[in-house]
């Protein structure tokens, strides 16, 4: 099979130029000490002068943490961790909060310029309303979308502010969520996954740096897409955030998560807590392109993705929706879950992973049916390339008194190239005669006819590929937000470049 | 986590009855069984099925199984290297079950049947199959543990080149037995093995099959059905692992729970990086019968070439309220209508039976389990 031959030339020629995130912001930064003890909690919490239940109820978690053992159940391979060898707290030095954006440097603004996240002209546009017809009419054409920016371990500038207070939403980082709104923080922290979860969520809970705070009141219906976009960029740091979204009764959200990082040659650990929490009536929508550095095409470097997200539909009616385009990251581990306890609640959880090169994703989701009626969908698309491992696992769990429930499950394996793998591992629980589960999954490759008939009709051998797999991944890509579905097409593009023959 | 685990009384008794000289395999079951005692639900392979907590009721002590074959065995011997299996049960089947009875299937239409029952203790047993290159032979099983006792069995069959064997395997259903057969099956190129099962469930009962799968030209088809009542519990774990090219592989898993009972599949479907080309699909239907009932099931694909069409459906639900609707306007009972749904939904995997004889034996026996759930 001389396309193998090509495949494998092609993988090994996939350079680094191909992320164009890469590159390293200059800019003096602020560190903690190397390591993790006590102290470094101690300095985090101080740093963000944090309340003292706060400091508690992290230096709770770092202690249970120490006890804890890191879990080896997932397909992933890699060099054990040595947590004492990271920096757990890294922020540009001129100061942790800008009041505005104006005193935010201009290195890091460049930065979110270069990377499509033009912060300026976001809140320019909408400050200078009517000044000039043509970017007020370019303004109103385009949908506003609210960011806030992650820099390493803090947050840099939140966009839109004053207008999503006026709706009484309330979208911030989380060390101001504390300082501001410490009640509802205290609250809802924690609720949904506790600090004694898993391994990399109680050392999340320890030492977690800031993270976007969402708060949609009652009946709301959150005038404009939120977004956080999640930037490594110090070396040796690991980035560990927290975020808490709630949607109280009736109100209405979707969200954005966007992540990249620089390349660099060692492993950089990112563990980060996502808790959702849906009231009655209320619906989020959750949407994620993970493009962290994934290491070069021999696997140097690159993030180590531990995530814990999980959503608590505890109210009626109530829906949560995962969407998730997961292209980086070296190792990704990660299970995007719904605890469906309100009754008539639904999960759904919509993913597309690529792997390439000599990245590892051990990715799926969990859907656990309590409340009535309750009704969860899976989507999951893998397209494995180059040397890479790819494994779904799920869990659909229907409890004694979910009647009715409702779960249908589809897992679409892709795979390009023979050295590869693509696994599919789910765990389906059934306890009640009246619910009904469904689950389907298959594995192939792109098919040569489809690939002969696209490249028949003009298409060069990628662009013909790129078509096939946006065609696989559709039902997935339908979901996601008018702008990430483009971001995602053309991810996947770049991603899969060079990985056919 | 490598806690050390307290072990009961039973593992005690095992650990006394495994000779402390041993080497190899044996001192490793014996290390494996002192560090970590006998499979659990936090032991992955067997989440659903705690087999350390459902021997809690068998009192320790061996008792030699009952075993009625058609034919006395062509050997016997102490078990050698190759003759087992990986696994604490198998290596536990192997090292305390004496003798290794050896049949050899050599003329056309063999045709062997193996009878095992248990009613005290615990039985361990080790049995090789070997088939003849190019004949077509048959294996009968019928498993029967009574009261509170352990019956574990390993089987390993090899198929020569060309060799074709159809197994069927017959779970009588017990309330306080815990029976265990591990089996491996080894097929040479263009060999054929189909395998067909009838479980009624025990306290616990395990039936694993794990199939290794050279490709070239060679067939595999697993079936089974299950039909549970009371607080039986019914494992069946399959591991099809295609080794080389052009392989097949098909799977069909039917069963129905009723009243607490607790139906576990774990299929699982490997593909070797050399397995090109390979066609397997995999499906397991599972029906609930009543509120107390639970499924679990985990059909698993673990694939490296990227020029295989594989598949897996998994599929849980409650009897169709449509079609019971249609037959009760037809003037059929409840009753009625529910058992011919049950035994209709059920009698699809005994179908690839070829021997008639042994299709309808089985299907008589699924019937009238049935009607003694009705």
Known sequence: ?501 | MTLPVKLSPIEHGFLRDLSASGSGWRAELREDLEARGLPHRRVEEWKWSDLKTALSRVESGQVPLTVSASREPDERRAPGDDDVMAGVMPRLAAALGGDASLYRLERQDDVLSLDIEANAGTGHTLIVVDVAPGISARLDERYAVTDASLANIAILVRLGSGARLERTIEQAGSDDGVLVVTSRIELGTEAGFKQTTLGFGARLARLETHVIHPGEGAKVSLAGSYLLSGKRHLDQTTLVHHTGPNGETRELFKGAAGDRARGVFQGKIAVDRAAQKTDAEMQHRGMLLSDGAEIDAKPELEIYADDVVCAHGNALGAIDDDALFYMRQRGMSETEARALLTESFLAEPLDAITDEVRRDDLLAKLRTALEALT
């Open chain 1, 1 to 501: 099979m001389p396309a193998v031959k090509e495949t494998i030339e092609d993988v090994k020629k996939l350079e680094s130029d191909k992320y164009k995130y890469g590159f390293t912001t200059e800019i003096e930064q602020e560190y903690a000490p190397k390591g993790l003890d006590e102290d470094t909690v101690r300095f985090i919490s101080a740093k963000k002068n944090e309340p003292d239940w706060m400091l508690d109820w992290r230096l709770d978690a770092y202690r249970r943490w120490t006890k804890m053992t890191e879990p080896d159940w997932a397909k992933v391979k890699y060099p054990p961790i040595d947590y004492q060898d990271a920096i757990y707290y890294a922020a540009p030095k001129t100061g942790a909060k800008y009041k505005s954006l104006d005193e935010v440097p201009k290195e890091l603004l460049d930065t979110y310029e270069k990377l499509g996240i033009p912060l300026r002209e976001a809140e320019v546009l909408l400050g200078v309303e009517g000044a000039e017809d043509k970017t007020a009419a370019e303004a109103r054409e385009k949908p506003k979308v609210a960011v806030d920016a992650v820099f390493d371990s803090v947050s840099v500038a939140t966009t839109f502010k004053a207008e999503l207070k006026k709706a009484g939403v309330i979208f911030m980082s989380i060390s101001e969520a504390l300082q501001e709104y410490p009640e509802l923080v205290r609250q809802y922290l924690g609720s949904v996954v506790p600090p004694t979860d898993n391994f990399f969520a109680t050392l999340n809970s320890a030492v977690f740096s800031d993270g976007s705070f969402v708060y949609i009141p009652e009946g709301v219906r959150c005038p404009m897409e939120l977004s956080t976009y999640f930037r490594m960029n110090a070396q040796g740091t690991g980035q560990f955030e927290r975020t808490l979204i709630i949607a109280d009764k009736g109100a209405y959200v979707s969200y954005l998560e966007g992540c990249t990082a620089p390349m660099r040659d060692e492993h950089q650990l990112h563990a980060a807590v996502v808790e959702l929490v849906a009231l009655d009536d209320s619906e989020i929508k959750y949407s994620t392109v993970q493009n962290w550095w994934p290491g070069d095409a021999e696997g140097k470097g690159g993030v180590y993705n531990f995530v814990t997200k999980r959503a608590d539909c505890r109210g009626r009616n109530s829906k949560v929706s995962w969407t998730q385009v997961e292209t980086g990251s070296a190792i990704t581990w990660k299970y995007p879950s719904c605890v469906l306890r309100g009754d008539n609640s639904q999960g759904e959880f919509y993913s597309i992973a690529v792997t390439n090169g000599r990245q590892q994703a051990d990715t799926g989701t969990k859907m656990i049916h309590l409340g009535k009626n309750t009704k969860s969908r899976i989507i999951s698309k893998g397209i494995s390339a180059g040397r890479s491992d790819q494994t779904y696992r799920g869990l659909v769990s229907i409890h004694k008194n979910a009647t009715g429930a409702r779960n249908f499950t589809q897992c679409d394996s892709l795979l390009i190239g023979d050295e590869c793998g693509a696994h599919t591992v789910p765990y389906i629980e059934a306890k009640t005669p009246k619910a009904v589960l469904e689950h389907e999954a298959t594995t192939s490759k792109l098919s040569e006819e489809q690939l002969f008939y696209a490249r028949q009709r003009g298409l060069g051998e990628e662009a013909a590929v790129a078509l096939l797999v946006n065609g696989f991944c559709r039902e997935v890509i339908q979901e996601l937000p008018m702008e990430f579905a483009v971001e995602a097409q053309s991810l996947l593009k770049v991603s899969l470049e060079g990985s056919v023959g």
